[in-house]
């Protein structure tokens, strides 16, 4: 599963899934590595809710900034912008509805310490949503519904190419 495989390659303890029902209520739910294997059972027992996901770990089972440990990735809530032609070309993307996207840049060697200063230029950039760059951020789990919308589009990984970059040429 993508997204097990992405987080297996990060640095955290707890790594976080969140679900907003019908009613707008979040909740986070938090896996250890050991428990990856949980997670397909938990997405068809949760089909009902919009799910997302947290790209990077924590280090306890709270999605906070404080708690948040330094991932050796770069993501951003694209929106319109269409990530065919950006440079550099994430190396994974997600659409999250017709026409909307999320971008995933993974890193070569280790994370940089002003983290959240790159990935908020990256997201500048590449013209992508102004507040979608943080460290509490949740992006669109794929393979699940969107249920913002009337059709509930399905969120499908569009590409993951593997390229790695060094934070030298972000």
């Known amino acids: 599963m993508l997204i097990t495989d992405l987080w297996a390659n990060q640095p955290g303890k707890f790594f976080c899934i969140s679900t907003k029902d019908g009613a707008d209520r979040w909740k986070d739910h938090f896996f250890t590595p050991d428990e990856f294997g949980t997670i397909r059972q938990f ?5 009902d809710k919009n799910i997302y996901f947290c790209p990077h770990g924590f280090n306890r089972r709270v999605r906070q900034k404080g708690e948040a440990v330094i991932p050796n990735l770069l993501y951003a809530d694209l929106d319109f912008a269409d990530p065919k032609g950006f440079k550099p070309k994430p190396t994974i993307v997600i659409e999250s509805s017709p026409g909307r ?6 890193l070569k060697g280790k994370p940089p310490e002003d983290w959240e200063a790159l990935n ?6 590449v013209g992508a949503d102004h507040g979608g760059w943080d460290l509490t951020q949740v992006l669109r789990f794929p393979g699940t519904k969107n249920y913002k919308y009337s059709s509930q589009p399905k969120v499908r990984v569009l590409w993951d ?4 970059y060094l934070v030298s040429s972000i």
């Open 120 to 125: 908020r230029r990256l997201t500048y950039h």
């Open 43 to 47: 997405l068809k027992d949760n089909s």
């Open 161 to 164: 190419d593997g390229k790695e």
């Open 101 to 106: 996207f999320v971008g995933i840049w993974i």
